[in-house]
């Protein structure tokens, strides 16, 4: 059970759910009641489906590079630590990529799906979380699981995109990417030293 919150925590983090809804309102601050929901289910469903190409495949990509998964794994870390750091004392998620949305026409896939939803750290986590060499079938699965939840919560938080943001404002958003922000550090702290473990041990 422990592993499995550490995963939700890790993959609520990296997708961050809450962040996404000021990118949201920005995007379809134009669009109707109808286009608003078509563009939050777009955005997820091309968000789902960029994921899962990294669970399905992203690892018989690094095969094909021979890439051993533990350098990857530290490379991964270093990765989100550093996403991390731009969460805490950077611009937060929010405000980062509330710009892009002002230098592109607004579309349910730049900056919604990617990088909002499907962030480069939740492409890595899909890969190292669905590792075909550490975990089994049974666990890859119920990983897939949490993020098909997360973005399921993700599209929801979307529809009530509009009174969530009344009650927490964007300032609220900030903060709880902040928090977030420290708990992928330390969660990517550990998977660079899991890694650097690992690839010692394989004697790469």
Same mark, same amino acid.
């Given at each position: =059970?422990?592993?499995?919150?550490?995963? +939700?925590?890790?993959?609520?983090?990296?997708?961050?759910?809450?962040?996404?809804?000021p990118v949201f309102i920005a995007v379809?601050?134009?669009?109707?009641?109808?286009?608003?929901? +078509?563009?939050?289910?777009?955005?997820?469903?091309? +968000?789902?489906?960029?994921?899962?190409?990294?669970?399905?495949?992203?690892?018989?990509?690094?095969? *094909?590079?021979?890439?051993? @998964?533990?350098?990857?794994?530290?490379?991964?870390?270093?990765?989100?630590?550093?996403? *991390?750091? #731009?969460?805490?004392?950077?611009?937060?998620?929010?405000?980062?990529?509330?710009?892009?949305?002002?230098?592109?026409?607004?579309?349910?896939?730049?900056?919604?799906?990617?990088?909002?939803?499907?962030?480069?750290?939740?492409?890595?986590?899909?890969?190292?979380?669905?590792?075909?060499?550490?975990?089994? &079938? +049974?666990?890859?699965? &119920?990983? #897939?699981?949490?993020?098909?939840?997360?973005?399921?919560? #993700?599209?929801?938080? =979307?529809?009530?995109?509009?009174? &969530?943001?009344?009650?927490? /404002?964007?300032t609220g958003a900030s903060v709880v990417?902040?928090?977030?922000?420290? @708990?992928?550090?330390?969660?990517? =702290?550990? *998977?660079?030293?899991?890694?650097?473990?690992?690839?010692? @041990?394989? /004697?790469?």
């Amino acid at each position: =059970m422990e592993e499995w919150i550490r995963q +939700a925590v890790l993959l609520w983090a990296v997708i961050d759910p809450i962040g996404t809804i000021p990118v949201f309102i920005a995007v379809t601050k134009n669009f109707s009641p109808a286009e608003r929901r +078509a563009t939050a289910i777009k955005a997820t469903v091309i +968000a789902m489906f960029v994921l899962l190409f990294f669970v399905l495949l992203g690892e018989f990509l690094l095969d *094909a590079m021979a890439i051993p @998964l533990p350098a990857f794994q530290v490379a991964g870390g270093v990765v989100l630590f550093l996403f *991390a750091l #731009t969460m805490i004392f950077g611009e937060s998620k929010p405000d980062e990529e509330m710009h892009m949305v002002n230098k592109v026409s607004h579309s349910a896939v730049f900056p919604l799906a990617v990088p909002s939803i499907a962030s480069p750290g939740a492409m890595m986590a899909a890969v190292l979380l669905t590792d075909h060499n550490r975990f089994s &079938i +049974a666990h890859q699965l &119920i990983t #897939t699981s949490i993020i098909v939840a997360i973005l399921i919560i #993700t599209l929801v938080l =979307m529809l009530l995109a509009q009174p &969530i943001q009344r009650l927490i /404002g964007e300032t609220g958003a900030s903060v709880v990417s902040r928090v977030m922000g420290l @708990l992928l550090a330390a969660v990517a =702290m550990h *998977a660079m030293l899991s890694g650097i473990k690992q690839y010692f @041990l394989l /004697g790469l």
